[in-house]
């Protein structure tokens, strides 16, 4: 299937249009027409290799809104005309411990990342959501419920596990106190789902300036961490902490934050950390962990959550032409709180 996407070639080159082929679909794929597509940091990142694992061309996107065009001959889920949803993986072994435990992110001979990733068939690079059309495996391709707003669905594929993820696996719920550190495309989600959930929620952040968006999206409170008399009030506060912070930081200045045996979450910064004093996790049994999207199982649970509360990403909507200047805004944190591609008004 010939179709078009916006790639770059280099670290240094902007994202510019081209024309590529889509392999034809195999008995267990599914083809999407990309409606919609969002724009995620991590776009960003590996449009100029800050990691230093990008394979050029990339063709970026990983939160992705469509219709089904064609579909394989063992296909049994999905048929032609079906809104779908695919996120930040299009395959995996499907036979290892972690995928037969729905944790296809932790595939043991590596899941197959929807960019920038070698197909397992072909070894191919993978392109992704920049584009007019995807062909993934129907066991990746998520069901979107039919009450939401699906311009406003795309970030939940990524942004939305993300922070979701961490949530159900340390047991948020009614009664919970959870705080979020950080107030952007994925702080955003971690408020919206961390309320529906049931739990109090807290949003921390350097400065007042995002108090009144905070309670907007579901904070019950608000902390400011430069405040040092704040932060102390604060001491043995929360049971969770969803770190979405996205640059290199001090994460240990809110390990006091945490009760005892409470978990903060790093969900926004990869990379090194500074070095901290362990002394607050010892003598608080306190834990500091990592998570990384969820499942299939989780991710389509989540997509179910969100249409029977209602809950959608607030998105700024662009054209794919506008992706350089989107990417800029991304950089300076000039965007409340993520950018989604509208492709039917886009112009390839």
């Given at each position: 299937m010939q179709t078009r996407g916006f790639f770059a070639e280099s670290a240094e080159s902007p994202m510019r249009p081209f024309t590529f082929e889509r392999r034809d679909v195999r008995p267990n794929d599914v083809?999407?027409?990309?409606?919609?597509?969002?724009?995620?940091?991590?776009?960003?990142?590996?449009?100029?290799?800050?990691?230093?694992?990008?394979?050029?061309?990339v063709v970026p996107g990983h939160e992705i809104v469509g219709r089904v065009v064609d579909v394989g001959s063992d296909v049994k889920k999905f048929k032609k005309g079906d809104t779908v949803a695919v996120g930040c993986m299009v395959d995996s072994c499907q036979q290892c411990k972690h995928c037969r435990a729905n944790e296809e992110q932790f595939c043991l001979?590596?899941?197959?990342?929807?960019?920038?990733?070698?197909?397992?068939?072909?070894?191919?690079?993978?392109?992704?959501?920049?584009?007019?059309?995807?062909?993934?495996?129907?066991?990746?391709?998520?069901?979107?419920?039919?009450?939401?707003?699906?311009?406003r669905v795309a970030p939940i594929l990524c942004a939305g596990i993300t922070t979701y993820a961490p949530l159900r696996n340390y047991g948020v719920g009614?009664?919970?106190?959870?705080?979020?550190?950080?107030?952007?495309?994925?702080?955003?989600?971690?408020?919206?789902l961390a309320s529906a959930l049931g739990a109090e929620v807290?949003?921390?952040?350097?400065?007042?300036?995002?108090?009144?968006?905070?309670?907007?999206?579901?904070?019950?409170?608000?902390?400011?961490?430069?405040?040092?008399?704040?932060?102390?009030?604060?001491?043995?506060?929360?049971?969770?902490?969803?770190?979405?912070?996205?640059?290199?930081?001090?994460?240990?200045?809110?390990?006091?934050?945490?009760?005892?045996?409470?978990?903060?979450?790093?969900?926004?910064?990869?990379?090194?950390?500074?070095?901290?004093?362990?002394?607050?996790?010892?003598?608080?049994?306190?834990?500091?962990t990592g998570s990384l999207i969820g499942g299939i199982e989780q991710t389509q649970e989540l997509l179910d959550f969100c249409g029977r509360k209602n809950i959608l990403a607030d998105c700024e909507m662009i054209k794919m032409e506008d992706i350089n200047d989107a990417f800029v805004r991304l950089e300076k944190g000039d965007v409340k709180y993520r950018f989604v591609v509208d492709m039917k008004k886009s112009n390839f």
């Open positions: 083809a999407i027409e990309v409606l919609y597509c969002g724009v995620c940091h991590s776009d960003l990142h590996q449009a100029h290799n800050d990691w230093k694992n990008s394979i050029y061309p001979e590596g899941a197959t990342f929807t960019y920038n990733s070698p197909d397992r068939i072909t070894k191919e690079i993978t392109y992704g959501g920049y584009s007019q059309h995807i062909v993934v495996r129907e066991q990746f391709v998520l069901s979107v419920p039919e009450n939401l707003d699906i311009a009614p009664g919970s106190r959870v705080a979020v550190a950080g107030l952007g495309g994925l702080g955003h989600m971690a408020v919206k807290t949003v921390i952040s350097r400065s007042k300036s995002k108090e009144s968006t905070a309670f907007e999206l579901g904070a019950d409170k608000y902390l400011v961490s430069s405040d040092a008399k704040q932060m102390e009030e604060a001491a043995s506060s929360f049971d969770v902490i969803i770190d979405t912070i996205p640059v290199e930081h001090d994460v240990s200045e809110y390990f006091p934050l945490l009760d005892l045996g409470g978990t903060i979450a790093m969900v926004g910064q990869i990379g090194p950390a500074p070095g901290f004093n362990t002394l607050p996790l010892v003598f608080g049994r306190r834990h500091l």
